[in-house]
């Protein structure tokens, strides 16, 4: 039986084209079916529990939706970033948490980008099931940060092979991932290898971090590992010019995540000032509390237009950086604000678990690092000088 996020990526994709705006809302329906079987409540217990959510992410392979950017000729839906915007916006504005499905889906796009024939044909069918989970890339390192021209790490030739050497943090995932990149400094400089950690993972080490936010995060060291050339993706020394060919996208979608948490929070909030009923009338009458959700849903409108003015802007060939940076500050700022309303309209009770404000307002701290975003913006869109 096709699943119904397959059926609406193959009836929208108009002769296996990527889906247009004008079709999200195909996937948004389907999305909302399938995460009517995990609700707020089961991933309160995944993030309880602190532990991956295997259930919802079993459905999304089944669904087809990490197949979203992987062509239909390695077993993908070939649907493209509209589609993964709507599916990660859906699962976070039913309560639930989208990091794990938009790595496995927005991280795999670097193979699909620059693997070789060999890489695709090895690894693409099976990301696209969920068989294979691809979820980390390891880059950012404790003294770097995201100074990518600051590496330590190292990628050194030995005959065929190459051995590395890399000590990283703020790594997410990369106890539940089988396949990870690795961000490392050849001679010519800055690399990226495709890791199997079936094959390798007992040459690496990880330790847990334990953050506000349930992203199973961890450090991690690599001493002395020799992988084969054929690990090695894209060309040598354009390892960072490999991953920010993805950067676009992967913005738009943080942006999509922080959209749907706000969305989530809105809607529970205007629930419950319509519900709550204080010296005989709803608490929603008190402009004090209109006033901060007033704001909170025009930010939300605001920052959605400019994600999918970013998408437009990326499929018409232009250059959609400042656009993409630009969405991802104003969505996670949208959603940050949208958290703050939402405990103006719960009082005290925002801060219980069993409303999941307090749930959100932890995840939502991932996304408003914004510093070198507005850099970029300042960059790219205002022309100021960089540092």
Not at 226 to 241: E, L, T
Request: glycine residues 10%; contains cysteine.
């Amino acid at each position: 039986m096709t699943s119904p996020t397959r059926a609406s990526f193959a009836s929208a994709s108009l002769g296996h084209a990527p889906m247009s705006r004008a079709q999200v809302s195909d996937v948004q329906a389907a999305v909302a079916r399938v995460m009517s079987n995990f609700g707020p409540d089961y991933w309160a217990l995944v993030d309880e529990e602190r532990r991956f959510p295997e259930e919802a992410f079993r459905a999304a392979g089944e669904a087809g939706w990490f197949g979203t950017f992987v062509p239909e000729g390695y077993g993908g839906a070939g649907a493209g970033p509209y589609a993964a915007a709507a599916i990660v916006e859906g699962i976070n504005a039913a309560g639930g948490d989208a990091g794990a499905i938009n790595a496995q889906m927005s991280i795999g796009r670097t193979l699909v980008l620059h693997g070789s024939e060999a890489q695709k044909e090895r690894w693409l069918p099976g990301m696209a099931r969920g068989d294979v989970r691809f979820l980390t890339v390891a880059a950012t390192e404790p003294d770097s940060g995201a100074d990518m021209g600051a590496l330590l790490s190292t990628a050194r030739r030995d005959g065929d092979d190459w051995i590395l050497d890399a000590k990283k943090v703020l790594i997410s995932f990369s106890k539940h991932t089988r396949l990870m990149i690795l961000l490392a400094r050849a001679d010519e400089g800055t690399t990226i290898f495709l890791l199997d950690l079936d094959e390798v993972g007992d040459r690496v080490e990880r330790h847990p971090i334990d953050l506000v936010a349930h992203r199973m995060t961890t450090s991690l060291f690599i001493d002395g590992l020799r992988v084969p050339d054929s690990a090695r993706i894209g060309p040598v020394g354009q390892g960072v010019k490999c991953l920010s060919d993805g950067f676009v996208v992967r913005r738009v979608l943080a942006a999509s995540e922080a959209l749907g948490n706000a969305r989530f929070l809105l809607d529970r909030s205007l629930a419950h000032v319509r519900q709550r009923v204080t010296r005989g009338r709803p608490i929603g009458v008190h402009q004090g509390v209109q006033y901060p959700l007033v704001q909170a849903y025009m930010k939300v409108e605001a920052a959605d237009l400019v994600r999918w003015d970013a998408l437009d802007a990326e499929g018409r060939g232009e250059d959609a950086v400042a656009r993409s940076a630009m969405a991802k500050v104003l969505a996670s700022e949208a959603a940050w604000e949208t958290t703050r309303a939402a405990l103006t309209a719960f009082g005290g009770w925002g801060l219980a678990r069993e409303y999941h404000v307090e749930r959100k307002l932890r995840e939502g701290t991932v996304y408003v690092f914004n510093n070198l975003l507005m850099s970029m913006v300042a960059d790219r869109a205002l022309d100021l000088p960089k540092l």
